[in-house]
């Protein structure tokens, strides 16, 4: 069945138990990521060969080409179901280690407990508000970055399911790379967080516990690093005033740049440049 979203690469359906053969039509051996969830109800079916039992307020991941067989409804069912291709969702931080989870594959199903359900259902009834309003009102970048964020729910659930940690290392690994990458381009100019966990698909949470996780220092001291290295570079190699310096960098006055300088530093720019004069000398 051939898909038609009102935001191309998301379909958002609402199934009953009368209406579950669609579903089934929809659903079978499609290269979309599948996020079912049942609202009310109850929802039986087959996946690749084993039988599972959902009840109200699960979850259910289907990874693409998952082979559907019998499914059952009561009568009361309420099911949600997301149809994502992958393209839509192909920056979303955690998508490789969904995709390559054997674990997921052979338990689909989550039971949300108390304290996640709220935050879940009303984050997927917000995207559902989004995609159903006109382009005028929302926007595709509005609902896509919606859906990272009910992702990131999701995905948080199934952690104890996926028992391979070396795709969660190798997927930590990747993130770092990109920061320091984008860091190594940008970081002269972009000082905040928010820009690079924009990039990067993450909550600035996230990426900041991430970052200090995985290196041992705050990520707002490797940005003010790499400002830092660039000011000085600025301030040893060429002949430009601290003002000028300070708009190279982008800061909104000089004063604010001397601030940062000397915070960061210990010392003021000027007498930085005086001492690197200085030792210049010397070494002649």
């Known amino acids: 069945m051939d898909i038609k979203p009102n ?4 379909c958002i359906e609402k199934y009953k138990a009368s209406t579950l053969t669609d579903f089934h039509r929809s659903a079978n051996k499609l290269n979309k990521l599948l996020l079912c969830f049942v ?3 109850e929802l039986k079916l087959q996946i690749n060969g084993l039988y599972f039992h959902n009840k109200k307020d699960s979850v259910i991941m289907l990874l693409p080409d998952t082979t559907l067989a019998d499914l059952s409804g009561s009568d009361d069912l309420d099911l949600n179901v997301f149809f994502i291709s992958l ?6 931080s955690f998508l490789t280690v969904l995709l390559a ?3 997921i594959k052979f338990n689909p199903g989550i039971q949300v407990e108390s304290s996640a359900r709220k935050l879940i259902w009303s984050t997927v009834k917000l995207i559902q508000d989004y995609h159903s309003n006109t382009k005028e009102e929302s926007t595709l970048e509005s609902v896509q970055y919606l ?3 009910l992702l990131e729910l999701v995905s948080k659930l199934y952690l104890p399911v996926i028992k391979n940690n070396s795709l969660l290392q190798t997927r930590s690994q990747d993130i770092i790379e990109h920061f320091f990458e984008l860091l190594n381009k940008h970081g002269h100019l972009q000082r905040s967080v928010l820009f690079y966990s924009d990039q990067l698909h993450l909550s600035p949470q996230y990426l900041s516990s991430l970052i200090k996780k995985e290196t041992g220092k705050p990520i707002k001291q490797w940005i003010s690093y790499m400002v830092i290295k660039h000011a000085k570079e600025l301030l040893k190699t060429t002949s430009l005033s601290i003002k000028e310096v300070s708009n190279q960098l ?3 006055d000089s004063s604010l740049f001397c601030r940062y300088f000397r915070r960061c530093t210990g010392i003021t720019a000027n007498t930085y440049r005086e ?10």
């Open 87 to 92: 393209d839509f969702i192909s920056s979303y």
């Open 101 to 103: 989870s054997t674990e």
């Open 7 to 10: 935001f191309e690469g998301l």
């Open 39 to 41: 609202s009310r109800g």
């Open 275 to 284: 001492d690197y004069k200085i030792k210049k000398q010397i070494r002649r």
């Open 250 to 252: 982008q800061f909104v």
């Open 147 to 149: 859906l990272y964020a």
